[in-house]
């Protein structure tokens, strides 16, 4: 059988909009009433809750409520949705050369996979998205409650597919330290800078570009 191939999702297979996801932070504090570059260094210091823990509205809350905020029920929806908005704003912005080389892997036999550490509007947006279709099994932080670079996901991920660790690759730009956690749990290992550049003291095999995968995953 082809080898399965288990993605990272943001800075792998679309742009993570990082200056995006600021401004849309900095609008939802207007939304609920508080300082917009408050409210976006709080998103930023609470990202382990949000990927592990916390939903939409929570996190919304939560945080309106840590810079004293006292949002409305109505307030705090609307920023939720604001929220919602860019999750599935950001996963239809798929290049279609992306989308090319999934099929590709797809019509030669590979299982697909994705693991994201991602917070929960993204898992709620993924499966009206363009990628879900292509994809045999996702795994989100949110969602399973643990995050890259802990074995247990790449774990969970192969056991979705029903296959070994040790069978998949894995492709990722590397934040997170995911390409470590994926190595430490058995899988083979491809870093992609088409995004990002996000750990360049990796040693291995990396793609300039995804469209270069499959023949590198034929040659393996
Ligand atoms: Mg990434």
Request: net charge negative.
């Amino acid at each position: 059988m082809p080898r399965p191939v288990i993605f990272d999702l943001f800075h792998t297979l679309i742009d993570g909009a990082d200056s995006e996801r600021d401004r849309v932070v900095g609008e939802m504090a207007l939304m609920v009433g508080v300082e917009p570059a408050a409210l976006v260094d709080a998103y930023h210091a609470t990202w382990r809750d949000r990927m592990l823990r916390w939903d939409v509205a929570e996190t919304v809350l939560v945080l309106a409520g840590r810079l004293g905020g006292t949002p409305t029920e109505e307030q705090v929806a609307r920023a939720a949705a604001h929220r919602r908005e860019l999750a599935t704003r950001l996963l239809g912005r798929v290049a279609p050369e992306t989308l090319a080389v999934l099929d590709a892997l797809r019509a030669d036999g590979h299982p697909l996979g994705l693991i994201s550490n991602a917070t929960a509007e993204t898992a709620e947006a993924w499966p009206a998205g363009p990628l879900a279709r292509r994809f045999d099994a996702a795994v989100f932080s949110c969602e399973v409650g643990v995050a890259k670079p802990d074995p247990a996901i790449y774990r969970a991920a192969a056991e979705r597919l029903g296959v070994d660790a040790s069978d998949c690759v894995f492709v990722g730009d590397g934040a997170d330290g995911e390409l470590a956690g994926a190595r430490a749990a058995g899988l083979t290992v491809i870093r992609t800078t088409e995004h990002r550049d996000s750990d360049p003291d990796w040693t291995g095999p990396a793609l300039a570009s995804l469209g270069e995968l499959p023949a590198l995953l034929g040659r393996a």
